[in-house]
């Protein structure tokens, strides 16, 4: 079963890690550069990636005409999604796991920052149901 974990972090503008010492950053860096490693050596790793802040995000719909319609940013965001990791494990308690895990990434001091780790199981559907 594959699993979405999707990483969410206080808001309030750009990435408040962008304002913390040099070491700190480093150190959040080093965690998830080591987490995502040891989820690939366990062979639960399908994907993950980080996002860029909501300052940059926007939300796009289609005009009438079929043109894209631009609204954004939305740096006031309570939450923001900062990353993500899609995981391909046996159950849900192994997805739940890895996210508390995940949600132990170092912070100024090196402090655990317990962010809040979405959880959401991957629903697909064979390809070729997508094939006329």
């Known amino acids: 079963m594959k699993y979405m974990l999707m990483m969410n972090t206080p808001g ?23 987490f995502s490693k040891k989820l690939a050596a366990n062979g639960e790793l399908a994907g993950a990636e980080g996002l ?46 890895i996210a508390a895990e995940a949600s ?4 100024p001091g090196g402090k655990p920052l317990y962010l809040k780790i979405e959880v959401r199981q991957v629903m697909s559907v064979p390809a070729s149901d997508y094939v006329p």
């Open 104 to 107: 132990t990434a170092p912070g």
């Open 12 to 34: 309030g503008g750009p990435y408040q890690i962008s304002n913390w010492p040099k070491k700190d950053i480093e150190a959040h860096i080093e965690f998830m550069k080591t």
């Open 52 to 97: 860029s802040g909501p300052d940059q995000a926007k939300l796009v719909s289609a005009n009438p005409d079929g043109t894209p319609n631009t609204d954004g940013v939305f740096p006031e965001a309570k939450e923001f999604l900062a990353g993500y990791w899609i995981v391909d494990v046996d159950s849900p308690a192994r997805a739940y796991a």
